[in-house]
């Protein structure tokens, strides 16, 4: 028995003995009033299910349950009604909070639900169960809605109106809600993010009165830095459906793939002076979301509208939230074949909030209008089962067909120089669900090369991995690997007409986001049929090695390319290891090994080396040559003047006011993919912090100076002059360039502001440029570019540098910002990756002026100082850890600049 599943048991060994009370008499509650429809009044309340009060005390939408509470509920639900409940732990947040989903049916179908389970995940693969085969199954098979709650912790009102959803459809002795579970399998998570919610709960009730406060800005509402909207790790977890960075997505898509549901619910909340909102979405929609699902979307939507009118509601729909990106919780699961209809509801922070229009939103109204979409849904979901579990066969079979009559019927990911890399991109495929195959033969195929558009003839050797698009995840294979997508003409015209009049643009996240891509992997997009012998792969690993003598005299080299040889650095540093760094390129022995290769040398380190470093190769797929001579065939000897000591970093990291929450993601990386040990210093104490004790210093982007005094600026400086390394993320690069902090000899470049209708500088004479200013961004009439809204951009890449160690010499980065940076002078350092001067975009969408300011400009840049060294990244590498490419930058510059 599992962790969670021990714990589940003993809570649910207390709870079992819960006494039942008896329902004292009371009057209806009027339209509005707290208790109204929670539950609906029609409810045949079977008195054997507890309610919420009498399990933790206070009844429905009357105060923000605790994920603890929530939990206890759940037990005692399922408890109560063993025939018709069963509680699945499915696994812990890094809190170590239990993760659980209730699955609520009829006593029949609790009774074979596992059979059901394997029959629906037979009707997922058409492949291997055909039509006359599935026929039976799509006759008789309940439909399995799958509603998912509170990815954001601090959207509140979804958890309460879980458990009153799981209540309603337990306790109402009713026959058309008895009917209703005969038809439907309904698989409940209640909090997708109980970290979060217990951020959010625990600051809420710290900060509460006697009673409770409306005032939008009252203590008990506006949270702290690290709110509950994200993760331990500060992630938004509603971003990271394909990415599964996070435990809790990894194991929530687990479980989500055990079942393959047919339809899926995600339960957010919005902006306070907002209503409701619920599917179909708005534009742009991603083509890979049949006209089929649309038309789901929005039969759901008519029967949710219906339930709303009949209650006074009010609501939207096709507004602000659209279906393009694939890692929303409700795009992922369309890709796999179900209906994915997100809801949002006005949010409340608390119990009572006034708002704009001198209205006050409850708590309660929150949880009462979940909860009645969450029956409508279920009710919907009934009303159509045969229909719906017909569509979902469908999908899944339309999608190989799409593989073996599309444009596109293959893609091949070549290892090339980063096989490791490789091998983890082609994991994350196959944790998405996604199979992968491995070429064992070479193949010669007419593809796509990464973002061309154009097809050429490309070889592809033994070990590359092959992801046939005829597959039931063909199409979220696509919406993974393909390098763009298309919003539309009508949507791209429209935003550029906002921009112009000065209006918010309506794009809601990023606009390109291949896999492929990010992970620097040659990809091949095979146009038309090909030969291809392949075997499936399971768990993708790259396969190291040690080539050479068994305990080499001189040393080992581990090749520079790839992520592991970092991550294995970081491990040797830990144990005590010394480690040098070639500067230079050599050849040994007829093979070549590039700046940046790491070079163990035996007379340095202990007799452990030689089993750690086959160990390390091992378990990390490094490439490593053992060697018993120094002396070289080309290049810097291994005892030469051109290897630097890699001098273990010591790090410090601010966190808190003034950076931004998105520094969690590099925390995450240290901590969970890196595994090296950073102090994380609050921005409110760091002017304390005794520098002395750390060589490697990272400000992340974040709203800069704060606390941060002139006179931290200047111990910061005399800091790198003694020799430490700063790294700079965004405004932290930006503040560097200020004359207040003098650390960077960059300057913004900004553009000019134009009234709405005013004519566009580019439309001018030829040479009549946007305005560019090399002084800080405060002047009144300049204001910084629009963002680039995440797309990918070709950079040149200078190479002798260490930051830039294992990187070759053109990369596409994913590019998110709205900070632009003039190069820096020859005089004052170097620009290590410069965004190309012309044909700059290779994915997703730009706004013209901005990708005219930033040609030619640079992506990171580099500044010595004293004995030490500034690095300024003008985007976040890290960024939703999506990035391995510019990780790697990152990476260098925290390992490698204390020994240069």
Known sequence: MGAAMRFCAGILALLIGIPVLSAQEAPTPVKGEAGWLLPMPEVDADPKIPTLAQVVGHAWGQDVSSASEIEH?????????PDRARLVPYGRTIEKRPLCYLVITSPENLAR????????????????????????????????VWMAYGVHGDEISSGDAAILTAYHLLADRREETRKLLERVVVVIDPMQNPDGRDRFVNFHREGRGVEPDAEPLAAER??????????????????????????????????????????????????????????????????????????????????????????????????????????????????HGSIGILWEQAGTRGLVVDREDQTKLHYHDGVRRHYVSGISTVETAAANAREIVRDFYDYRASAVALGREGPIRDYLLLPGPTPARAAKLADL?????????????????????????????????????????????????????????????????????RKKRRLDDEIYDLTAWSLALTHGVTSLAVDGPASLTSEAVADPKATGDVVGPEKANVGYLIHAEDDAAMIALGELLRAGFRVQVLDESVRLGGVKFAKGTLLLRTIENPEALHGKVRELATRLGLSVAATDTGLVDEGTGLGGFHISWVKPPRIAMLVDRPASPFV??????????????????????????????????????????????????????????????????????AWATEKSAGLLASRVVKKPIRTAGEPDPKATDAGDKPKVS??????????????????????????????????????????????????????????LITFAPRDLLVSGFCWPQTLELMAGKPLVVYQALGKGHVVAFVDDPNYRAMTPTTQRFFLNAVFFGPGH
């Open 73 to 81: 509920d759940l037990i005692a639900l399922a408890a109560a009604a």
């Open 664 to 733: 969690g993601h590099t925390w995450y990386l240290f901590d969970q993919v890196w595994k090296y040990p950073a102090t994380r210093v609050p921005g409110g104490a760091i002017a304390e912090l005794d520098l002395t004790k750390y060589n490697v210093v990272v400000l992340p982007d974040g709203r800069y100076p704060g606390p941060l005094t002139e006179g931290f600026a200047a111990k910061l400086k005399d800091w790198v002059r003694s020799g430490g390394t700063l790294i700079l993320v965004k405004g932290a690069a």
């Open 222 to 335: 506006v949270q702290r830095w690290a709110t509950g909207r994200h993760n331990h790790y500060i992630f938004d977890m509603n971003r990271d459906w394909f990415l599964q960075t996070q435990s809790e997505s990894r194991d929530r898509i687990a479980a989500y793939l055990r079942w393959q549901p047919h339809v899926l619910i995600d339960a957010h909340e919005m902006g306070t002076n907002n209503e409701y909102y619920f599917d179909p979405p708005a534009d742009p929609v991603l083509d890979l979301i049949t006209p089929r699902q649309r038309e789901w979307f929005g039969r759901f939507g008519r029967r949710q509208a219906g339930r709303f009118d009949q209650y006074g509601f009010l609501y939207t729909s096709r507004e602000l939230y659209d279906g393009f990106y694939p890692g929303y919780g409700t795009t992922w699961p369309a890709l």
């Open 113 to 144: 639900l596992d059979a059901i389970r394997e029959d629906n995940l037979r009707l997922s693969d058409p492949r291997k169960t055909s039509r006359d085969d599935a026929r039976p199954i799509l006759d008789a098979l309940p439909v399995i």
């Open 774 to 831: 090399d002084e800080p961004r405060t002047e009144a009439d300049e204001e910084s570019p629009d963002p680039v809204p995440g797309a990918f951009f070709r950079a040149g890449v200078y190479d002798d540098h260490f930051v830039t160690f294992g990187s070759p010499s053109e990369i596409f980065p994913l590019v998110n910002t709205d900070l632009i940076l003039t190069p820096l002078k020859p005089a004052d350092g170097r620009n």
């Open 429 to 497: 495929l196959v944790k998405n669900g996604v199979e992968v195959r491995r070429l064992t033969a070479p193949a010669t195929v007419k593809a796509r090369k990464d973002a061309e558009t154009s097809v050429k003839e490309w070889s592809a050797p033994v070990g590359s991995y092959h992801v046939p698009i005829a597959q039931p995840a063909g199409r979220l294979a696509r919406s993974l690997l393909d390098a763009r997508f298309d919003m539309g003409e009508a949507f791209r015209e429209r935003q550029l007409d």
